[in-house]
């Protein structure tokens, strides 16, 4: 028999983040690798709580079918924290339940995307995002990410041909943790609306904030064409696949369909649950915690780098999120490099599979809330001892 | 702004079943519409206990991301159920855990289908299925569904042209209730094995036989070809979304990859309360029981259709699932008389929806198993007076 695979997987590369997963079995192994939370942050006795509460009060009703939509009262909780953190108006009829934001991406791209359509992404731009879009095998066009946000005069250029889609993540950008300016925002706002394009803007870590001031969505100034995402998986858990999205009826109309027929409706059992813990704690006092906790591996983990890293090596300092996002000098490579880190037992994801067109080989990306401070100064340590010795090699030549 | 939609969403179609759920509200309304499990048989207490029992001995694990593939322990316990039910070997990496059934249509859509690929479907099909794959625009070949299974010229014919994909539900099919014989399964085996056609075999209602004696899969028979699809939704949970599908290495390392794009990992948090749930009870005794359930209210239909129903009404009469399958005098249509059915507060499925060409319009699909006993004498007394009188105009027309 003869295996006949559609044109769009075979373009589709296997996630480097997945072939990191088999080192990970090692116990000595340190890894900097994948995004996960600090597991000391996931609200167990609470969700405990309120699974007992779920099963004893609406058992049944809470192990049927539900809406494709999603659950309500989990919707309007949405609704009333965007109203509560940025006084944004969302009816709960314009957010869709989805498995984390990353089904988000595949909703969307199948609701729009046609192959060779063209999708405007950030440089470097989060790989989980590019995997699903490339299965409807749309063209990306880069636009470089500064310390301010967007290149604009990168995205003017590339806004010229009205691409279907744009895709951002302004606050602690994965990979590199970097966030958009207020004044930068809102020149992208004005850039767009000459468009019909899209905005699709990803929100999985704007909450963990832990200094400086928020910056309000671009969804505020560019209402009708952004598609916004938001995941619980960064301050509640990310096992539960809890995400969501918010678009206008029209779009919303379509993403409902696609939603459908992906797979009915996300879980309801642990949409009950989720909001039951939701409605019964302070949200804000328990990612409160959570922030302390990531504030204190930042630091651990960018003391440890002043501390052992080369001098030529620059990393970003964000303000907030999950990540560190590292540039070796010109030429080294740290996808080279990765086996022989991963001999010394530290792991990380090479810059690459952020880039679309094979750059970006000196960068990589350091996740520090899923290891502890003597963890972060050890990995740190190793690491230090695979780029060092390289940077020393490549002067010397 | 310009919307610019996919052209794979303008062919979509709404759901026929959601625009019914708009009734569902009215109190009074009775529904033999959905494919919704009795409620009294979900086992809230065993959910309740697996739950208490993962929060508390590994919560902060059970939180976490974990493996696209779905939880090792849930694929080993699927397998071994294969095992002790049919004798059929499945090793768990042969496994992956989707969103129930729904979203493996998705998933094998997305790694086999370009767009006019041939897919083989009954006649007539299960329409989550075709509403899956049509976002993938396939042709379709409809092979007409018989007492004993699959009309074999029909599929010889349709085979001709080596399809890629054919999806078939060959226990208690959805939306007839009817079944293939042993001969029927082994005759479809043998001229597949000619074609590098992939077969999905789609088991939901497998379980749920209630008369007669268990057929072993086709798959057993096509074991390569075969994709084979199972779900805890009708024997646990449907809220759970959880489902799995069984390949070949081949074949899953495309479906892992999808996969991952389409949501990264089932929930988790589930997969492990569900894993528990199995360990720690009998599946064998819970099943039993839903069994004794469905037939009554089978039954209770049966006999309230022999009363009430005009006698040129013909009904399958299923060994097992959740469907009776009616089929009305020549040209009357089911469609057509469904907001008259509305009007007097009962509800079904056209039989429009289960076919791709628009036929069938006399026939549709009843679900007895969220009925209590009153209800479906009820329904079919409201049913009845609708049809008996459509039947009456026409006959005197």
Redo the contacts between chains.
């Keep these: ?9 075979s373009k ?1 590369k ?2 480097f983040v ?1 072939e990191i ?1 088999k080192f990970l079995g090692d116990p000595e192994m340190i890894s900097f690798s ?1 995004g ?2 600090n ?2 942050s ?1 609200p ?2 609470g ?2 709580e309120a ?2 509460k779920v ?2 009060a609406d ?10 939509e999603g659950y309500l009262p989990l919707r309007q909780y949405i609704s009333k924290r965007y109203q509560k953190r940025f006084g944004l108006e969302v009816d709960p009829s314009e957010i869709l339940i ?3 934001s ?2 988000a ?2 909703l969307i791209a ?5 192959v060779n ?1 063209t999708v405007v992404i950030e440089y470097p731009a989060y790989l ?1 995002a590019l ?2 879009f ?3 095998e749309p063209s990306y066009k880069e636009v470089k990410l500064t310390s301010s946000g967007l290149d604009l005069k990168q995205l003017e250029e590339a806004l010229k041909d009205n691409p ?1 889609l744009m895709y951002v993540v302004p606050n602690f950008q994965n990979p590199t943790g970097l966030s958009y300016s207020a004044e930068n925002r809102l020149a992208i706002a004005e850039l767009l609306k000459k468009t ?1 394009t899209i905005l699709i803007e990803d929100d999985p870590y704007g909450e963990l904030r832990f200094k400086g001031v928020d910056n309000k969505p671009i969804k505020m100034l560019l209402d ?2 952004t598609i916004m995402l938001g995941s619980f ?1 960064k301050i ?6 809890m995400g969501w999205l918010v678009a206008k009826k ?2 919303m109309d ?1 993403l409902v ?2 939603k ?11 949409q009950r649950i989720l909001t039951q813990y939701l409605l019964d704690n302070d949200i804000d006092e328990h990612i409160k915690k959570i922030k302390v906790m990531y504030l204190s591996q930042r630091e651990a983990m960018l003391s440890s780098i002043k501390k052992y890293f080369d001098p030529s090596i620059i990393t970003t300092e964000p303000e907030g999120g999950m990540f560190l996002w590292a540039t070796l000098p010109e030429g080294i490579s740290s996808m080279s490099l990765f086996q022989e880190a991963v001999n010394e037992k530290i792991v990380y994801v090479p810059g690459d599979p952020f880039y679309v067109n094979g750059e970006g080989i000196n960068t990589l990306r350091l996740n520090y809330t899923n290891s502890t401070k003597e963890e972060i100064d050890i990995g740190i340590q190793r690491l230090a001892k695979v780029f060092n010795k390289a940077i020393k090699k490549t002067n010397s030549r």
Excluded: W
């Excluded at 058992?59 to 494709?68: D, E, K, R, V």
């Design positions: 028999m003869q295996l006949r695979f559609a044109r769009r997987i589709t296997k996630s997945r997963f994948g996960f939370p597991p000391n996931f167990v006795d969700i405990k699974a007992i099963l004893e058992g049944a009703n809470a192990l049927q079918y539900s809406s494709s989805c498995n984390g990353q089904q991406f595949d199948k609701v729009f995307l046609e359509d989980g995997q699903s490339g299965f409807y279907k019909d009708e064409q998986s509640v858990s990310p096992g539960m696949r029209d779009i379509k369909m696609a459908q027929a992906s797979d009915l409706h996300s879980n309801y059992f642990t």
